[in-house]
């Protein structure tokens, strides 16, 4: 279940104790399963239950994927039941950490926006922006929410159009251009009694909401199971009936990229790949019930791992490290 499933479908704190006792069983996911739970514990209202969650993450000793994104999440819902200075104090600290992910800044951004720190936040987009993407004139795709963040608080502020604010442009997709989906007056649209104005406010709405399925049309992606060099020696010489499935190393690898490439051609979108090893290979088959060297759990191992978080999107972002994890570019690794 998502956060974003309407609340008369799920009963949020029900759902935030089901991740949580998850997250028991499977140390390993518990930041992703707990940042879920507190989401959902803040649909229900349970903020300071949000913020014990979060200060469960950064206290536990254990490194963190993104520490950055619990604290601009902590820092957000912190703000949402009065306590600002606090929040403040995080958003300051995450601004001068300069994370090198776009998430934690599009979240402390927002939160500013929200609260009509409008100056603040385009200063916060743009400093994101310009860590992130500098002069490049093809922004990676998890940059563009900064680039419509910062697009359409400019928009409110009245503030003309600049390079990134015409980057933003050239990247949206929608049928409805930036400027209208940012027009500040569209508030008043909505308060209209002209139907042409109401009509074409509801195009705008549909288009927005368009893009905003077409983001969550997945909760997890479609993943291929991925494994790395010494646990797939291991798991063959365990249990020699995958040999078969498993030839080689390289052979393996080379699979991962045909399988994906063909998805990809028949129209499957959201396709990723997660990385198993034999412990958690082991404990799912004893979950199941069934023999390690059985091949039929493979799939079913993969998709569970993407269900707990786990996969990386495929094709790696331009100019970023291939996912076989060679170290080398994937343009010149597997994506050649």
Known sequence: ????????????????????????????DAEHLLLQAAAHREL??????ATALYDRLLSSGEPLENPHLVRALKASNLWEYDHEAEARAIIEGIRTAAPRHPAPWVII????????????????FTEGLRLLVGDG???PQSTHPLLYGRHRVRRMLGAPHDEWDALADSVHSSSITLD?????????????????????????LRAELGA???????????????????ELAELVAMYPSLVAEY??????????????????????????????TVPSYEAFAASEGASPGDAALLPQYA?????????????????????????????GCHGD
């Open 1 to 28: 279940m998502r956060p974003d499933t309407p609340a008369e479908n799920v009963d949020h704190n029900a759902e935030a104790a089901r991740l949580e006792r998850t997250a028991g069983l499977y140390p390993e």
């Open 247 to 276: 030839p080689s190393h390289e052979e393996h690898l080379a699979t991962i990229e045909a399988s994906l490439r063909e998805l990809a051609a028949s129209g499957t979108a959201n396709l990723g790949i997660v990385s198993g």
């Open 109 to 124: 951004a927002e939160s500013l926006e929200s609260h009509d720190e409008l100056e603040a936040a385009e200063k916060t």
């Open 180 to 204: 209208e989906l940012h027009d500040p007056k569209r508030v008043w649209t909505l308060g209209s009694n002209n139907p042409a104005e109401l009509k074409a406010e509801i195009t705008r």
């Open 212 to 230: 905003h399925r077409e983001a969550l049309s997945r909760p997890f992606p479609v993943a291929v199971l991925h494994w790395p060099a010494g």
């Open 303 to 331: 998709t569970i791992l993407a269900a707990r978080g786990r996969a990386v999107a495929w094709p790696p972002e331009r100019g970023n490290g291939c996912w076989c994890g060679s170290g080398a570019v994937y343009e």
């Open 44 to 49: 229900a209202g349970d903020r300071p239950g």
């Open 137 to 139: 004139t093809k922004p």
